[in-house]
């Protein structure tokens, strides 16, 4: 981006200058690269990283902040720069290309490389061993809630045994049988048999 930017800008600044047509016609294909560019790295991984590297506590906070500062750039962008342009010129893109830099720096020293990671380990990266813990206990949860949403029974039995006179074991056996005839709003009604399992 940083390359396809500063190609931009020396292409504006010669046509600008010098009344260069060929570096004005260069200018259309280094708009398209700089954009091709930039629709691969933020476009999707703004919205993806942020929330990978969230702690599921704070996500949807996170989230929100996150999209509350895309919106007031779009701001800016829509209504300062105009403004810049008329005023300065295309020195007004070198401000854009010192961004690009700082952007650059920023991302090679703080960004941590997610890629080929799963879920659990990204967090374990950014919140340290401890809160993979939660993440079980709450997946757990979360996939008996989800079976018992999508109408499988869900049949709970509690053991209780005396391991000593202080200590009461609890033991669950959680059985999915068949799932029931559910009806869906865009095919017909179907009947999904699930072989019983003991978690």
């Given at each position: 981006m940083l390359v396809a930017f500063s190609a931009w800008t020396i292409a504006n600044a010669l046509y600008v200058n010098f009344d260069n047509k060929a570096a004005a016609k260069a200018t259309i294909p280094l708009i398209f690269i700089y954009y091709f560019f930039y629709d691969i790295a933020y476009s999707p991984i703004l919205v993806s990283y942020t929330l990978e590297i969230l702690p599921y506590r704070i996500r949807a906070k996170g989230f929100a902040l996150m999209n509350l500062?895309?919106?007031l750039t779009i701001a800016?962008?829509?209504?300062?720069?105009?403004?810049?342009?008329?005023?300065?010129?295309?020195?007004?893109?070198?401000?854009?290309?010192?961004?690009?830099?700082?952007?650059l720096v920023f991302v090679t020293v703080?960004?941590?490389?997610?890629?080929?990671?799963?879920?659990?380990?990204?967090?374990?990266?950014?919140?340290?061993?401890?809160?993979?813990?939660?993440?079980?206990?709450?997946g757990g949860e979360a996939a008996t809630i989800t079976m018992e949403s999508r109408g499988v029974v869900v049949d709970v039995e509690v053991?209780?045994?005396?391991?000593?006179?202080?200590?009461?074991?609890?033991?669950?056996?959680?059985?999915?049988?068949?799932?029931?005839?559910?009806?869906?709003a865009d095919r017909q009604a179907t009947d999904f048999a699930i072989t019983p399992q003991v978690l």
């Open positions: 500062t895309v919106m800016f962008n829509q209504f300062i720069n105009p403004v810049a342009i008329d005023a300065l010129g295309w020195w007004y893109y070198l401000v854009y290309c010192g961004w690009l830099i700082i952007e703080f960004v941590v490389e997610t890629k080929g990671r799963t879920l659990e380990e990204t967090a374990a990266l950014f919140d340290g061993e401890q809160p993979a813990h939660d993440l079980v206990a709450m053991i209780e045994r005396r391991t000593s006179q202080s200590h009461i074991h609890i033991e669950k056996k959680i059985e999915f049988h068949e799932m029931r005839l559910r009806p869906y």
